[in-house]
């Protein structure tokens, strides 16, 4: 029963965006669970459901959520971006363009479209019905089978580089 407010979603979201960047970044940090933020979707539908539980309306819960979305996404390449620029000497345009380009072929754009309805879905939890039971017993088939796919090509790819 967090007050949600508006500030409090924009700064949120800013910060996760330059901490997933910058954590996204670190070399000591590459091909651990440190990383799996800025790749998997597991923890943004947590966020997201933080987001949306917090929220007195569904029409509150959607523009919340997909503003959060709208916001950090593209802050994590930025700040990728300037990190690069800065440590590696790159250049700030050739790397915006492949980055954001990426952003928009790899469908962080569509999940934050999708956003929109799926926040929608999301609040009728609050309800506490059949339906919402639904809706989490799919949200949680949904996080289930993402981990568990993320775990084991883990796994195969660690038992593919010892194999070598």
């Known amino acids: ?29 590459e091909n651990t669970s440190f990383q799996d933020i800025a790749v998997y979707l597991e ?8 987001i949306i539980s917090n929220c007195k309306s569904w029409k509150e819960a959607v ?16 700040t990728e971006i300037i990190i690069d620029v800065l440590v590696n000497g790159k250049v700030f345009t050739d790397l915006f363009i492949l980055y954001f ?9 569509i999940w934050t479209i999708l956003t929109i309805p799926g926040s929608f879905i999301a609040y009728q939890v609050k309800k506490g019905n059949i ?21 084991l090509n883990t796994i195969l790819y660690n038992l593919t580089i010892q194999l070598k």
């Open 1 to 29: 029963n967090l007050n949600l407010t508006w500030k409090f979603l924009i700064i949120f979201a800013i910060l996760m965006g330059i901490i997933v960047g910058g954590l996204n970044r670190i070399p000591a940090l």
């Open 43 to 50: 923890m943004w539908v947590i966020i997201a459901i933080f």
């Open 63 to 78: 523009g919340k959520c997909f503003v959060f979305f709208l916001i950090s996404q593209p802050i994590i390449y930025l």
């Open 101 to 109: 380009r990426n952003y928009y072929l790899h469908g962080w754009l």
């Open 131 to 151: 339906l919402s039971s639904l809706i989490l017993s799919v949200a949680c088939a949904f996080l289930s089978f993402t981990g568990s796919s993320g775990l």
